[in-house]
């Protein structure tokens, strides 16, 4: 019985998944689309931190 009720479980998760698959996939493309300017963002933050006085007006 308890084999059966894993198996009616996995199943289950496994449902689950594949339900959560298209969102997965839109925002793993989102994140992606996302990280160019993100670096950038991270790239300039180092570049203040590293050379303050490039900065002093701003």
Known sequence: MNTLRFIWLTLVQLGK???LLPQTIANAF???????SLKALEAERLDRIRNPSKYRGK
């Open 17 to 19: 998944q594949i339900s």
């Open 30 to 36: 989102r994140q992606r689309q996302r990280q160019p």
